[in-house]
């Protein structure tokens, strides 16, 4: 399976952007999905997660201002951001597991099976 992410770009503090990731193949047998960010000299941390039928979760410097969703037709998880923030920038990754998992395990990276290669997002001041 691969994860192509898209949407990435440069845009000013207080804009939106929309991100993307497409998968290679059916996504429907996918019980979860999650955009991590990984800012330049700091750890992965996790923006939004989502689970089949289940629970959505955000970080805590997301909260409020993105929404993540999948399109099972179209093989597509996105991410949107709103009231962007210079702290927002970095590396986006989108992540995906078929096992299902509990809430408490959501947050964690490693519990993810299939990463896309990322997509950078630049937030100007």
């Known amino acids: 399976v691969q994860l192509v992410e898209s949407g990435g770009g440069l845009v000013q503090a207080g804009g939106s952007l929309r991100l993307s990731c497409l998968a290679s193949?059916?996504?429907?047998?996918?019980?979860?999905f999650a955009w991590f960010r990984q800012a330049p000299g700091k750890e992965r941390e996790l923006v939004a997660t989502m689970s089949s039928g289940g629970p959505t979760l955000y970080g805590d410097s997301a909260k409020g201002r993105s929404t993540i969703s999948r399109d099972n037709a179209k093989n597509t998880v996105s991410l949107q951001m709103n009231s962007l923030k210079f702290e927002d920038t970095g590396v986006y990754y989108c992540?995906?597991?078929?096992?299902?998992?509990?809430?408490?395990?959501?947050?964690?990276?490693?519990?993810?099976?299939?990463w896309g290669q990322g997509t950078l997002v630049t937030v100007s001041s």
């Open positions: 193949t059916s996504i429907s047998s996918f019980n979860h």
């Open positions: 992540a995906a597991r078929k096992g299902r998992i509990i809430l408490s395990e959501m947050r964690n990276a490693q519990v993810y099976d299939y």
